[in-house]
């Protein structure tokens, strides 16, 4: 066998892991090869240490982290509470504004601003024509550097 499947097989022995085939396995090799031997006994002692290992103290109480805890589910679950009503709320409120008449409410000024300056305001009507601008054009329009040579012209037909 090769040395992990030892190790671990003495492992699980030391555990209670074990059939009785195995069991039989390693206690054979327990009496008979000492490397094994060497590497059970760092086992039992490391398995020893750890089982006196001092337990740290934890920072805070179990009743404090269970208030906690119960404190987080409770904020959760009221906030659901409280979203769901909102938006209930919401929803009566939009349907009692749709169904309810809508009332006139009163202004200060009856006609709007907008309105009075547009009636004052006539528009200009221009009795002409368009005209195009052929000799005096709008716009300056640039000349090119190069003229096209006719050598261009020729190649694309």
């Known amino acids: 066998m090769r040395k992990r499947d030892c ?10 892991e074990v059939t009785a085939n195995e069991r039989r396995q390693v206690e054979e090799w327990l ?3 000492k ?28 009743e404090t982290i269970i208030q906690q805890v119960f404190a987080r589910v409770n904020r959760r679950y009221q906030l659901k509470w409280i979203l769901s009503g909102s938006a209930i709320a919401a929803c009566v409120c939009a349907t009692i504004n ?5 009332f006139k409410t009163f202004q200060i000024a009856e006609n709007n601003i907008l309105q009075t300056q547009s009636a004052n305001i006539k528009p ?3 009795n002409s ?10 716009m300056e329009i640039p000349k090119t550097a190069i003229a ?3 050598k261009l012209g020729n190649d694309l037909n």
Do not use: W
């Open 124 to 126: 200009i009507v221009i």
């Open 31 to 33: 009496s008979t090869d």
């Open 7 to 16: 190790f671990e097989l003495l492992s699980a022995y030391l555990d209670g």
């Open 129 to 138: 024509s368009p005209m195009v601008a052929l000799n005096n054009p709008v």
């Open 98 to 102: 749709g169904v309810l008449p809508s």
């Open 148 to 150: 096209p040579s006719s």
């Open 35 to 62: 490397a094994i031997r060497d590497a059970y006994k760092k086992q039992l002692h490391i398995r020893q240490e750890l089982r006196n290992m001092p337990i740290p103290a934890s920072e805070h109480s179990c």
